[in-house]
Nanobody
Framework: QVQLVESGGGLVQAGGSLRLSCAAS????????MGWFRQAPGKEREFVGV????????AYEDSVKGRFTISRDNSKNMVYLQMNSLKPEDTGIYYC???????????????WGQGTQVTVSS
């Protein structure tokens, strides 16, 4: 069982930056790939990126490549999403999630945080 809690959301102007954090409980944290997803009002949950449990292998959705960076610190049970050059279309609730592999399909993630709101104003 893994419990996840996101933090760091807020209101930022276009072009600005935010860093989201995801704190995880559980002794097997490093065995899970950690994904970030977002959901805008009226839209489906969208894959943002994922990081492997070990070796820091990452993958990103095309629209965030070069702007967003996922990292993790297994000694602290933490995952981070650094978001730079933010755009209004990045607005949404951001969730971290844990899975046994590096998936882009949210249905394959067993554990989810409650989400944190990110709003980018134009």
């Amino acid at each position: 069982q893994v419990q996840l809690v996101e933090s760091g959301g807020g209101l930022v102007q276009a072009g600005g930056s935010l860093r989201l954090s995801c704190a995880a409980s559980g002794r097997t944290f490093s065995s899970y790939a950690m994904g970030w997803f977002r959901q805008a009002p009226g839209k489906e949950r969208e894959f943002v990126g994922v990081i492997s449990g070990s070796f820091d292998i990452t993958a990103y959705e095309d629209s965030v490549k070069g702007r967003f960076t996922i990292s993790r610190d297994n000694s602290k049970n933490m995952v981070y999403l650094q978001m730079n050059s933010l755009k209004p279309e990045d607005t949404g609730i951001y969730y971290c999630a844990a899975a046994v592999g590096m998936f882009s399909d949210y249905l394959k993630y067993a554990f989810w945080g409650q989400g944190t709101q990110v709003t980018v104003s134009s």
